[in-house]
């Protein structure tokens, strides 16, 4: 149970419109619960302001689909990564209210009467299209976490004036993520262009000498710009995790 809900539970029963017993029924779950090849961790929304994401890569649409349905009764909705074209398919026919996302491989069930993705200040930026898969993975997650988010896309250093004309937007932004293959330049760029964090995500786009991202992970890391932070190879999930609890200690 997300924790807003937990702490309007709370407040009714201080207040008198909702008895003790029925609070308990609420939160009598257990925290963990054993479908044989999973745990799922029921308390994460308690722990970290989001339910346990579903890592779809590895796993059948059957099991996708039996963990979403333990994830979607407690009344938080889901969000898969990751997911193929067949489990895609399996949970939105599951689902009919899931919205499924072709280029970043999600499907996202809104909440229970979950607002709309507030305007948060979050800007992907992309160094060439074909980052834009794990780009829209990061803005399909910040977007299930409350975040709506703008995105710049095909800005690389190989034509340095498109990323310069894009200063206004880069500026107006409280945290920047930069998706980046081949060299990975793109992060020390902007990372010297903002006063803000940024959080650089190198993926595995590039020939053959950039192993699978990993030139541009060490670039990234070697970066000689001040506040550039480096997720994993391809991990745009967890630069929106990173990026949401940025957002959310500025609020």
């Known amino acids: 149970m997300m924790r807003d809900r937990v702490r309007t539970l709370l407040g009714d029963v201080a207040a008198g419109r909702r008895t003790v017993d029925d609070a308990l029924a609420q939160l009598d779950a257990a925290p963990v619960e054993d479908l044989t090849f999973a745990q799922i961790d029921h308390h994460r929304a308690l722990r970290q302001g989001y339910p346990e994401v579903v890592f779809g890569e590895g796993k059948t649409p059957d099991q996708a689909r039996q963990i979403c349905a333990r994830l979607a009764a407690q009344g938080d909705g889901f969000l898969v990564t990751r997911a193929d074209g067949a489990m895609r398919e399996a949970l939105c026919a599951a689902y009919p209210a899931a919205e499924a996302d072709d280029l970043g491989r999600t499907v996202l069930l809104r909440r229970t009467g979950a607002a709309a993705p507030a305007e948060s200040g979050a800007l992907i930026v992309t ?125």
């Open 127 to 251: 160094a060439g299209t074909g980052d834009l898969p794990v780009a829209q993975e990061c803005i399909v997650a910040l977007r299930a976490f409350g975040h709506a988010s703008r995105r710049v896309a095909d800005v690389g250093v190989a034509g340095i004036h498109r990323v310069l004309a894009q200063q206004d937007a880069l500026r107006a932004a409280r945290v920047v993520v930069v998706v980046a293959g081949m060299d990975g330049a793109l992060p020390s760029v902007v990372g010297g262009m903002v006063r803000v964090p940024v959080i650089a995500v190198p993926t595995s786009v590039g020939y053959g000498a950039s192993f699978r991202g990993l030139s541009a992970l060490l670039t990234m890391l070697n970066s000689c710009a001040a506040g550039v932070v480096v997720c994993n190879i391809d991990n745009g999930f967890g630069a929106a995790v990173a990026a949401s609890r940025i957002l959310e200690l500025g609020a």
